[in-house]
């Protein structure tokens, strides 16, 4: 009889662990949200995104804001600012998730190339910054202080990408046993500046090998969560170039001019094409001031002619050539 109590042992073990498949074969799986009787609510976020930058700037991408892939929902405490909660949403909202209760709801986009965020936990110390450009570019903005300026350039930075940002306090009713949606409305727009710049009066465009620009006394970041920019001073660094019909005409995006009474200075480094260097610094502070955000450099700049029509050295890129290495 021992075969026989050693079978059914293993019957035994058998049911019962074909009961607790068949018992968690019906579970739900879903993450998304709470489940239950108690949690018959959703939101709905509707989103709109303000796309337009109010500068007369013909070719420049920093003009135009692209429409992002998704955006970021965080809910904030209002008493204590921490984060409770975090959502992601296509460009034009959708469905979202979140108990009962009154949040500082708080929306941007995200995975641009130059604007990074940090601070997430807390809504007063969520940051959007730029990182700093390379030493060799950092000394040659350098070259162009003087002592009286008494300009605190602080770290320069690359242009930040435009931040598209809603902020809205929001009420999530209790949960109710019928089934119900509220919808959120937002309305997203950036929080970074864009500033048109052309120079009208320069001789010798022709001999421009390349133009790289510094815009002092600018915030280094923008604290967005509370809607107040950087008292950190910082220099936007931008490069321009000079277009085909002969004229120089961009823009740069910046966090804004520094709070306070700082001057601001556009250094433009100019090099020829046989490697000169023509420095140039205009104090642009009133111009930040103007409602078209347009720069206007009129003051006469001369490139020089280089000397017998000279070519800067350049270093050509390697010629790849494979040939096959007997091994063995």
């Not at 500046?193 to 133009?211: A, D, L, P, R, V």
């Amino acid at each position: 009889m021992k075969p026989l109590s050693i079978f059914n042992f293993q019957l035994s073990i058998l049911a019962a662990t074909l009961l607790l498949l068949c018992s968690c074969q019906y579970k739900d799986l879903c993450y998304d949200h709470p489940h239950g009787d108690n949690y018959n609510l959703s939101l709905l976020l509707d989103l709109q995104l303000e796309l337009d930058v109010d500068v007369e700037v013909s070719v420049e991408t920093h003009t135009k804001i692209e429409k992002p892939d998704y955006m970021k929902v965080m809910f904030y405490d209002p008493q204590t600012g921490k984060l409770s909660d975090t959502e992601i949403v296509d460009a034009d909202g959708g469905r979202i998730y979140e108990a009962p209760g009154f949040y500082d709801m708080l929306v941007y986009s995200f995975g641009t190339e130059w604007t990074q965020i940090r601070g997430e936990g807390n809504i007063n110390t969520l940051e959007a910054f730029t990182s700093d450009i390379t030493a060799t570019k950092s000394r040659a903005l350098r070259s162009f202080t003087r002592a009286e300026e008494e300009e605190p350039q602080g770290p320069i930075i690359y242009t930040p990408d435009h931040l598209l940002v809603a902020h809205e306090r929001v009420e999530v009713p209790p949960f109710t046993e019928e089934e119900r949606v509220i919808t959120l409305t937002a309305n997203a727009k950036t929080v970074v500046e864009t500033y048109g710049f052309q120079i009208t009066n320069i001789k010798g465009i022709e001999y421009i090998s390349s133009i790289e620009a510094f815009v002092t006394n600018q915030s280094r970041s923008t604290f967005f969560g509370r809607g107040e920019k950087s008292k950190e001073p910082a220099t936007i660094y931008f490069p321009i170039e000079v277009n085909n019909d002969g004229y120089i005409h961009t823009s740069f995006n910046t966090f804004g001019k520094l709070p306070g009474e700082s001057r601001s200075y556009l250094h433009i480094l100019i090099t020829n094409t046989s490697g000169e260097e023509v420095q140039v610094s205009v104090d642009i502070t009133d111009q930040f001031e103007k409602e078209d955000h347009e720069i206007i450099i009129d003051e006469e700049i001369d490139i020089p002619k280089p000397e017998g029509g000279g070519i800067a050295p350049t270093v050509e890129e390697w010629n790849e050539e494979k040939k096959d290495v007997p091994i063995g």
